[in-house]
């Protein structure tokens, strides 16, 4: 018997519009957090280095929650560590997770390493993650140019 309907997996439409949802609830999410300037209680360049050192663990969801946070808080000092990940670390998720924080910074450095994995990426997802990103996205100037 044949079935007729939908494709197993995302098309590539499902997946675009997938990533924007995502950056969309991602930026409203940020955007909804207290400026972190307000409060003086914290120390936050402990707190960034605590962070990079979170981002190095051995364990993925540590790294992954790691770079939730850097986003939120816009830790700019773990720029550098997120594109690292972005580049070198074995697991695509992982990947995804630094494209999406760095995409919530607006530093040409990391939207030219976010350009450069949707071109170079030996993922196919990943490399679609960071086009989608890069796409939906409200600075559409090319850092690569």
């Keep these: 018997m044949r079935r007729y309907g939908m494709k197993k997996g995302l098309t590539t439409n499902g997946f675009v ?3 924007a949802a995502t ?3 991602f930026t409203s999410a940020v955007a909804s957090q207290p400026v972190i300037s307000k409060n003086q209680s ?3 360049k402990k707190a960034e280095a605590n962070y990079i050192v979170a ?3 051995d364990n993925l969801g540590i790294r992954q929650s790691a770079a939730t946070y850097v986003a939120e808080y816009q830790l700019k000092g773990a720029v ?3 594109i690292q990940l972005l580049k070198t670390d074995k697991a695509e998720s992982m990947r995804m997770a630094a494209a999406l924080a760095l ?3 607006d530093n ?3 939207r030219a390493a976010l350009e450069e994995a949707a071109l170079y990426d030996g993922s196919d997802k990943v ?3 960071c086009q989608a990103l890069l796409e939906a996205s409200p600075n559409k100037i090319s850092a690569l140019e």
């Design 103 to 105: 995409v919530s910074f």
């Design 80 to 82: 550098e560590p997120l």
């Design 55 to 57: 981002l190095n663990s």
């Design 23 to 25: 950056v969309i609830a």
């Design 108 to 110: 040409g450095t990391a």
């Design 42 to 44: 914290i120390d936050w």
């Design 17 to 19: 519009a997938v990533v």
């Design 127 to 129: 490399s679609k993650f």
